[in-house]
T-cell receptor
Framework: GAVVSQHPSRVICKSGTSVKIECRSL??????MFWYRQFPKQSLMLMAT?????????EQGVEKDKFLINHASLTLSTLTVTSAHPEDSSFYIC???????????FGQGTRLTVV | AQSVTQLDSQVPVFEEAPVELRCNYS??????LFWYVQYPNQGLQLLLK??????LVKGINGFEAEFNKSQTSFHLRKPSVHISDTAEYFC????????????FGKGTRLHILP
């Protein structure tokens, strides 16, 4: 399967600070990037979808100014949680996708804890 | 729009016993179906997928699933579980014509009893 690298795996930050999460597709070009969020004991919920070089499309209820997504290249996308609050504590998972590929490969996830 | 229902939030099974994790979906269009496994604090690993063809799909780690269109189900089975199968299992669906968004069920925690 494809190799996806997501960093960091864990991060603890203070309330009010910003955190950047990176997702890299190491052996394929990700024309589309999906970012998911998973709260404890819940399923994965899609937050936003971005296409390389374009602005991200956010799902209903997700604040675009709070969760900044950059997808400037075909192998790297970043999610920045700005002015993080304790309720943003969650498990964030990326899913890079290449055009025409039905496979779904996910990053290892980032456990964000805001204190 | 598609949706996925995993009726069992938790399934306890004795080691070496068989297990079935249930998944039902609803969709007005043709779909792809997936099962993923998630170990604690890790990402998702694809167990198996149904795209077309044979309705019985074999995956990794001895798991298999059967696509039943009339019952809109895609139940996951394993004839003999091992302690290492303890994990969260997610059923997922995507629109065959727009295979971008994947919709996940709420997950089933498989708890293997010694």
């Amino acid at each position: 399967g494809a190799v996806v690298s997501q960093h960091p795996s864990r991060v603890i930050c203070k309330s009010g600070t910003s955190v950047k999460i990176e997702c890299r597709s190491l052996d394929f070009q990700a024309t589309t990037m999906f970012w998911y969020r998973q709260f404890p004991k819940q399923s994965l919920m899609l937050m936003a979808t971005s296409n390389e070089g374009s602005k991200a499309t956010y799902e209903q209820g997700v604040e675009k100014d709070k969760f900044l997504i950059n997808h400037a290249s075909l192998t790297l996308s970043t999610l920045t949680v700005t002015s993080a609050h304790p309720e943003d504590s969650s498990f964030y998972i990326c899913r890079p996708k290449s055009q025409g590929n039905t496979e779904a490969f996910f990053g290892q996830g980032t456990r964000l804890t805001v204190v | 729009a598609q949706s996925v229902t995993q009726l069992d939030s938790q399934v306890p099974v004795f080691e070496e016993a068989p297990v079935e994790l249930r998944c039902n979906y609803s969709s007005s269009v043709s779909v792809y179906l997936f099962w993923y496994v998630q170990y604690p604090n890790q990402g998702l690993q694809l167990l198996l997928k149904y795209l077309s063809g044979s309705t019985l799909v074999k995956g990794i780690n001895g798991f298999e699933a059967e696509f039943n269109k009339s019952q809109t189900s895609f139940h996951l089975r394993k004839p003999s579980v091992h302690i290492s199968d303890t994990a969260e299992y997610f059923c997922a669906v995507s629109d065959m014509n727009r295979d971008d968004k994947i919709i996940f069920g709420k997950g089933t925690r498989l708890h293997i009893l010694p």
